[in-house]
């Protein structure tokens, strides 16, 4: 495994990553056995926070792992595979879970990851290099601990909470003229605010304030943003088109999402396979945006009178669509920045990305209860499933718009060569991180290289 380490990153002051893998996995495993014993509902909404504090931390681990791991020029070949892999995990995840269920008990589904972590752990020991990165600081021990983001983690963290419960609320709980909704969107600006004050006065911020000078590095977020927000979208409302409109059981509108999931793996896949081949991203995000626009444009044309193979066929063009782009913005981000930013980039795109999941389900979900909020919009009789498909015939709408943004945001994703092995790594605050040169301008690359 070290050998495949980019001479670039070869650490100058060795940072322990493989105490951390464990620590990550430990939190989450921890979670998933205390989720499986909960005897209340609090307590699995408790555990379930633990469990899902330790997945994001190993989400953006194994991400940043990749970047330290392989130079820019071969890292979209494995973050493809990394999109393939959790695409189809989406598909197979579902099924087995509800398979334990029915044959098992729901705590097993909490449980099963146990004995999964526990090979994962042994992996970690074995394979993965004791030290990676080169410290952003000389400080170790409880002095590192110290200049942990703390206030910066907490602020976001409650602003983030206020807002998906405003956008929650609004429109079905409470109106969203109402004192609570109105009250905690209030909350939820205030903290953010403060959450950026707070980022441009610790010495280790949490989301560097600077890294959004850098135009690639905004884009690449920017298309997180707006990628976590259609995806989840599809999860939520395909299946609950095919299932409210057409009537298909709930078992097949599930595993129906294998014609979007697939093609988001073969997708992601390719697209990885020609930017490593290639050496640009460029004209391969704008491709992808295309796709999925057109993707999109179908799915806002379906009615109560779509089949079903017309929505498998749209949803395979929109799934290829996200693939593309999928580790695009992942690749093109970690390159435009600094090597001690690694992490630091890494977390910022995976929070926008949850970010975008949480305000995409949100806001749509208040779109579907507002267009299906009336006396006869229950069951499946007729007038309920053209109220329902009237009500995802705006939320797939929105989605169009979504795309129409990805696609002017791909024309701003600009190529910034993407390095090869022992060609080192932009440094910090210089011109190399912020601007976006074109590939074609050799004097440029050697000068930054």
């Not at 393939?84 to 449980?111: K, M, N």
């Not at 394979?127 to 976001?156: E, H």
């Not at 444009?297 to 109560?304: E, G, P, Q, T, W």
């Amino acid at each position: 495994m070290p050998d495949h380490l980019p001479d670039s990153t070869t650490p100058t002051a060795p940072d322990p990553i493989r105490p951390r893998g464990w620590i990550v996995a430990i939190i989450f495993l921890l979670g998933s056995a205390l989720a499986g014993t909960a005897q209340t509902m609090t307590q699995l909404i408790l555990f379930r926070g633990l469990q899902g504090l330790g997945a994001g931390f190993m989400q953006t681990l194994a991400f940043t792992l990749v970047a330290d791991l392989f130079p820019p020029a071969e890292r979209g070949r494995w973050q493809g595979i990394f999109v393939s892999v959790l695409s189809l995990a989406l598909i197979v995840g579902p099924a087995i879970g509800g398979w334990i269920t029915d044959h098992a008990s729901w705590r097993w589904v909490f449980y099963v990851n146990v004995p999964v972590g526990a090979l994962a752990l042994l992996i970690l020991t074995i394979w993965l290099p004791s030290t990676l990165t080169r410290r952003s600081t000389p400080s170790r021990g409880w002095a590192a601990v110290r200049r942990i983001d703390g206030a910066g983690a907490l602020t976001a963290a409650a602003a983030t909470v206020c807002l998906l419960l405003a956008l929650t609320w609004g429109g079905s709980t409470y109106p969203w003229d109402s004192v609570q909704v109105m009250s905690l969107l209030c909350a939820a600006g205030v903290l953010y605010l403060l959450f950026l004050i707070v980022e441009r006065r610790v010495p280790e911020p949490l989301l560097p304030p600077d890294l959004f000078r850098n135009q690639v590095f905004v884009a690449s977020g920017l298309l997180a943003l707006a990628g976590g927000m259609l995806v989840y979208a599809m999860i939520f409302y395909l299946p609950l088109f095919m299932q409210g409109v057409l009537g298909q059981t709930a078992t097949n509108s599930g595993t129906s999402l294998a014609p979007l999931f697939l093609p988001v793996a073969i997708g992601a896949v390719i697209g990885g396979q020609v930017i490593a081949k290639v050496g640009r991203y460029h004209f391969l995000s704008v491709i992808g945006a295309l796709i999925l626009l057109a993707g999109l444009f179908l799915l806002v044309r379906m009615d109560i009178t779509t089949v079903l193979l017309t929505v498998t066929l749209n949803m395979i063009v929109v799934g290829l669509g996200i693939g593309i782009i999928q580790p695009i913005y992942t690749v093109a981000g970690q390159n435009a920045i600094a090597q001690e930013r690694l992490g630091a980039g890494t977390g910022a795109m995976n929070y926008l990305r949850a970010m975008g999941s949480l305000l995409g389900t949100a806001v749509l979900g208040a779109i579907v209860t507002h267009a299906t909020h009336s006396p006869g919009s229950t069951g499946l009789s007729l007038s309920a499933r053209q109220t329902l498909a009237t009500g995802l015939e705006h939320v797939f709408l929105v989605t169009f718009g979504v795309g129409i943004a990805i696609f002017l945001i791909t024309l701003f994703l600009k190529d910034v060569r993407l390095r090869k092995r022992g060609e080192g790594m932009p440094q910090r605050d210089t011109k190399a991180e912020i601007s976006a040169s074109p590939v074609n301008d050799d004097a440029g690359r050697r000068s930054h290289a």
